[in-house]
């Protein structure tokens, strides 16, 4: 159950800029739709209190999104980061919440794409555990079946249709971007794009040529 003390918790993160901590905090212990509301009303309620009422937050918009039980998720750039390349993707994924990759947790299968999503390399990790919904609240890590664990857990064309996706994505900002995914009963889910802030200077093949 989630307590004002929570989202004190949440607030201050916010304040402080660790946005992205607050936000994993309420969606990983997955609130009730009541519990829902009850932060609506007690986040507006906060920001009323005379102790903070000199900081300025301008307009105050709240977004719910219902969490992607993903069977498969992680992470991938536009542009290659490692050497800059802007005409391939790097993919990381693994059996799971995207938790596992991000967190460097697993092993976890590696691929590299052209802008049309065709496989440049490829690189099977172990991906020994991932981590999933509890029954009740909050997550847990499993360990992956053994069959699961040496074979690709993006087939090749659902890797493709990523790809596509993460281009429109890139497309759209018109800039490289690091974008979270998950996939669940074969959708895929765009969960969080942000700009790649750091590329190591690199021509590309195309300016290579």
């Known amino acids: 159950m989630l307590t004002i003390n929570h989202i004190i ?31 609506i009303q007690q986040v507006f309620y906060l920001f009323l209190f005379p102790s903070i009422s000199t900081l300025i937050f301008g307009d105050i918009e709240l977004v719910i999104q ?3 039980e993903s069977e498969v998720a992680g992470v991938l750039f536009t542009v290659n980061p490692i050497n800059g390349n ?22 976890a299968d590696s691929f590299v794409c052209d802008k049309e999503g065709n496989i440049i390399s490829k690189n099977i990790g172990e991906k020994a555990t991932q981590i ?13 079946p053994e069959s699961k664990k040496r074979i690709s857990s993006l087939d090749d064309a659902l890797l493709k249709k990523l ?40 021509n590309s093949k195309e300016e290579e040529t």
């Open 66 to 68: 219902k969490m992607v």
């Open 163 to 202: 790809c596509l996706e993460c281009v429109n994505v890139e497309k759209y900002y018109q800039m490289p971007m690091d974008i979270e995914w998950g996939i669940c009963d074969g959708k895929i889910y765009i969960l969080q794009a942000r700009a790649i802030t750091t590329l190591k200077n690199s």
């Open 132 to 144: 999933i919904y509890a029954q009740n609240k909050g997550t847990i890590e499993v360990v992956v």
């Open 86 to 107: 802007v005409n391939e993707m790097q993919i990381n994924a693994s059996y799971g919440l995207g938790e596992s990759v991000v967190s460097g947790r697993v092993s």
């Open 9 to 39: 918790m949440v607030v201050t993160d916010f304040v402080n800029n660790n946005r992205l901590k607050a936000v994993k905090f309420l969606l990983l212990s997955r609130p009730s739709v009541n519990e829902i509301f009850k932060i």
